[in-house]
């Protein structure tokens, strides 16, 4: 693994570049943990991105560059690390790898009706994982899976109305396993009960935040990009750019308030991920050009504070998607390196 460092003029900040040669590298989805501590990566090294998500798993010593071979059986934004393990999908298994000894275990196997997608999601106690699939009628059946026993459960099956019919973005709350958030997919400029939360047990659910119209019967509050914060207490989101109801940006879902409240919206925000203390954010942008900013935010403090520049093409996984390491020290993203592959940085969060 080649590791370099740079000090970008125009942030003042230093930054560790991580990348491979000829290959694409890239940390998971900002939803899914990548960190095993607060210096080793868990990434993800795809031959070339633009023709498979396939990819190779490699733990990634950030202060030296060394890296060590986890697995071959992934996909890019499929895995999520916890507890010395990352666990992986492939279309139709669940395994678990030790970031220690390198040992894959299968934990569940279904056949070709179950395909399964991500990012994955696990309580933080890592008794329950999130799955879910797309059914042939194009409803989506959203599950829970119990790591101890090997049972799968089905705990909602939704299907939304034509032409956006799709269910995803499935995130275990990290304290109650009984509570599930998944969003309505599809383009959310039109898209008006993008988040929702089910009841495991009760397989209900409903709309968690109820997104106005404008003056002119158009979507006001376009919004989507979710996260849990990890005391499980609310959730994260973006009110996108084109929000015509202010105010846009980061947003918190409260559920004891059961209210919505702004946390940062100086620049056009696209992701946002919660540190380990549920109360800072990491958040990258949405801006012409070719380079997406990555903001850390300390809304207590009122800081709002471009960390990093991450040039991009737009194209997945070529997005910064920024994430707290799991001691709240560093945040890693990703972008666009030399001859068009992606490569991962690292700044330190402050």
């Known amino acids: 693994m080649n590791r370099n460092i740079f000090t970008c003029q125009k942030t003042g900040t230093n930054q560790i570049i991580l990348s491979a040669d000829c290959a694409d590298l890239a940390h998971s989805y900002y939803t899914a943990n990548s960190w095993a501590d ?23 010593d950030i202060t030296t560059g060394e890296e060590r071979f986890l697995t071959e059986k992934a996909f890019w934004s499929k895995s999520v690390v916890q507890d010395s393990f990352v666990y992986h999908l ?15 275990e299968l934990l569940w196997s279904g056949d070709f009706r179950y395909r399964l997608d991500g990012p994955p999601s696990l309580t933080a106690d890592g008794h329950y994982l999130s799955l879910y699939w797309e059914l ?11 790591i101890q026993t090997g049972r799968m459960e089905e705990v909602y099956h939704t299907c939304f109305h034509y032409p956006f019919e799709i269910a995803n973005h499935c995130m275990l709350n990290p304290q109650n396993p009984n509570l599930m958030f998944f969003s309505h997919e599809g383009n959310c400029n039109y898209i008006t ?39 499980g207490k609310g959730v994260y989101f973006i009110k996108y750019i084109t929000t015509t109801i202010p105010p846009k940006g980061v947003m ?23 540190a380990p203390d549920s109360v800072r954010v990491c958040a990258d942008t949405q801006i012409n050009g070719d380079t997406s900013e990555v903001v850390y935010i300390d809304p207590q403090n009122g800081v709002e504070k471009i960390v990093a520049l991450a ?16 001691d709240g020290r560093y945040i890693c993203y990703t972008a666009l390196g030399e001859n068009e592959k992606t490569v991962v940085g690292i700044v330190e969060a402050k």
């Open 90 to 104: 492939t279309e139709h298994e669940i395994l678990r790898t030790g970031l220690a000894d390198g040992k894959t």
């Open 38 to 60: 607060g210096e080793h990566l868990v990434l993800s090294r795809m031959e070339n991105r633009k023709h498979s998500m396939a990819c190779r798993l490699f733990l990634v």
């Open 311 to 326: 040039k991009t093409d737009w194209a997945h996984p070529c997005h910064p998607h920024p994430q707290f390491s799991p």
């Open 136 to 146: 042939a009628d194009k409803s989506t059946s959203i599950n829970r899976f119990d």
């Open 252 to 274: 918190y879902f409260d559920l004891a308030k059961n209210e919505a409240k702004s946390i940062a919206s100086k620049y056009e925000y696209w992701h946002a991920a919660a």
């Open 193 to 231: 009960n993008r988040l929702w939360l089910a009841d495991c047990e009760k397989h209900t659910a409903y709309n968690l935040f109820k997104q106005r119209l404008n003056q002119e019967g158009g979507n006001g509050e376009p919004s989507g990009h979710e996260m849990w914060a990890p005391d």
